[in-house]
């Protein structure tokens, strides 16, 4: 079965400052994992994705992440945060790239930024 | 880009009756969709997977007759809560399986908030 933590809740930068969101996940077979961001009462926005190829993954705002298999993580990152960051932040793995593909989603992280 | 609507986006119930949530994609057309609750402060938690024409398959624990789903057509999905209750007040949220970059991506819905009382 596959699942997926992430260490911290609650997040808070300073604006300018280097956002860290970590995400470990457990899978059997090789993963697709996925990074996705919430807005208060919106659906979920896709930030980037893994599936197979280069590690190193960018996304869209400035995010990228980093696929390492060998420590089961994928981890979010971003140089620079900006007020606009302030959100709750999903990660989450399944096992194949298909129509039909589950989604299973960590607790999530929610990020606060500080002026 | 892939656009998914949900309406409404917010509905109050009195306790015993049905509500119909529609889930749409504007833009394509989707074969697959799926139906997520989420409860406040916590992680989404798939319900079913709505394959169009055909019955949806639910997750473990998830009660078929009172969470009716419906994917007549290949915009249209459709989430019916009936005999609600108050402990059913969530928010829903569906998405659309559509293919991207050799794979699959899941489009999100904006979610529709229910209140029971």
């Known amino acids: 079965a596959q699942s997926v933590t992430q260490l911290g809740s609650h997040v808070s930068v300073s604006e300018g400052a280097l956002v860290l969101l970590r995400c470990n996940y457990s899978?059997?077979?090789?993963?697709?994992l996925f990074w996705y961001v919430q807005y208060p009462n919106q659906g979920l926005q896709l930030l980037l994705k893994?599936?197979?190829?280069?590690?190193l993954v960018k996304g869209i705002n400035g995010f990228e992440a980093e696929f390492k298999k060998s420590e089961t993580s994928f981890h979010l990152t971003k140089p620079s945060a900006h007020m606009s960051d302030a959100a709750e932040y999903f990660c989450?793995?399944?096992?194949?790239?298909?129509?039909?593909?589950?989604?299973?989603f960590g607790t999530g992280t929610l990020l606060a930024v500080q002026p | 880009g892939a656009v998914v609507s949900q309406h409404p986006s917010w509905v109050i119930c009195k306790s015993g009756t049905s509500v119909k949530i529609e889930c749409r994609s504007l833009?394509?057309?989707?074969?697959?969709m799926f139906w997520y609750r989420q409860f406040p402060k916590q992680s989404l938690m798939l319900m079913a997977t709505s394959n169009e024409g055909s019955k949806a398959t639910y997750e473990q624990g998830v009660e078929k007759d009172k969470f009716l789903i419906n994917h007549a057509s290949l915009t249209l999905s459709t989430l019916t809560v009936t005999s609600a209750h108050p402990e059913d007040s969530s928010f829903y949220i569906c998405?659309?399986?559509?293919?991207?970059?050799?794979?699959?991506?899941?489009?999100f819905g904006p979610g529709t908030r229910l209140t029971v009382t």
């Open positions: 899978s059997s077979v090789p993963p697709y």
């Open positions: 989450a793995v399944s096992v194949d790239g298909g129509a039909t593909n589950k989604l299973i």
């Open positions: 893994y599936t197979t190829g280069a590690t």
């Open positions: 998405s659309a399986s559509i293919p991207a970059g050799g794979s699959y991506e899941q489009y």
């Open positions: 833009d394509f057309q989707a074969t697959t």
